[in-house]
């Protein structure tokens, strides 16, 4: 595949996975990732009608379905009964994802409160575990997302979010349907960058490149060019490790991605291929 057709778009909560899909199809889009926190989760809503048009569309358009959970749903939950609707949420992500024929489940590690941080990673790593022997025989594989770093003075925090967290998630968590979401923008965040994160963890284990702009200190999903972070760099670096997934955009309209996708492409001084 060439560069473009190796450029996704995630479309958040803004479609269904039937108009996902049929979306992207329209727009020359082969990787596309959905939200379902938009809806219910319930495998149950879907017609045997909807899982067939969707799967008929991804192989017809050779589009690769994944979906994206809501970082706001806290996989480092401790709380009695809200422990067990997190485990029920990653369930039905995974059954959603197995019927309409997911290639990926994108997940994160929650979020502590500083004075809980162990306690926290321990459960978020337990519940994740579970949740990579639940999909141990479905169709879609896990893809941990390396997270972005919170200011000091806020209350909450990710996980994991340091290069030394991340590695500790992998190697702790290690399994067959276990991938990365690398992004980028939150390695921009800490001293190893980019280049450090990647170098560390390695071409095979990524699975998704997740891509937007930022300045490198806080969280933003700048439009490519709005920001600083040297795309054609980064390309080098991935590209040049024989890299050869997918990449997923992530800022904000649907438009903005399809524009963001030919920017990108003009970024890359390595594109004779294209």
């Not at 997190?86 to 929650?110: F, N, P, W």
């Not at 500083?114 to 141990?136: I, N, P």
């Not at 925090?157 to 349907?177: C, K, S, W």
């Not at 972070?229 to 955009?249: P, R």
Request: glycine share 8%; net charge negative.
């Amino acid at each position: 595949m060439t560069l473009k057709e190796r450029i996704g778009v995630d479309t958040g909560q803004k479609l269904s996975i039937a108009e996902a899909v049929e979306w992207a199809a329209e727009n020359d889009v082969h990787y596309v990732d959905v939200c379902l926190d938009g809806g219910p989760i319930d495998p149950d809503q879907y017609t045997e009608e909807e899982v067939e048009s969707i799967r008929e569309t991804c192989a017809e358009a050779d589009v690769s379905l994944g979906l994206h959970t809501l970082s706001a749903v806290n996989v480092a939950e401790t709380s009695a009964h809200v422990d067990d609707a997190v485990d029920e949420y990653l369930r039905a992500y995974v059954d959603i994802g197995d019927m309409v024929g997911a290639d990926r489940i994108i997940v994160h590690g929650g979020y502590h409160f500083t004075d809980d941080y162990e306690a926290r990673v321990a459960a978020s790593k337990a519940r994740l575990t579970r949740a990579l022997e639940y999909a141990a025989d479905a169709e879609p594989d896990l893809f941990l997302e390396n997270h972005n770093f919170e200011p000091d003075a806020s209350e909450m925090h990710y996980v994991p979010v340091t290069l030394d967290e991340v590695t500790d998630y992998f190697d702790d968590l290690e399994a067959d349907n276990l991938g990365w979401a690398f992004n980028p923008p939150h390695a921009r965040q800490f001293p190893e960058d980019i280049d450090g994160y990647f170098e560390a963890l390695g071409p095979d284990l990524c699975a998704e490149v997740r891509l937007n702009d930022n300045h490198g200190d806080v969280e933003e999903h700048l439009a490519p060019g709005e920001g600083d972070l040297d795309f054609d760099a980064m390309f080098q670096l991935i590209e040049g490790s024989g890299y050869d997934g997918h990449y997923m955009l992530a800022f904000g309209t649907l438009e903005d991605m399809l524009e963001g996708r030919e920017y990108l492409l003009d970024q890359y001084s390595g594109m004779a291929s294209v």
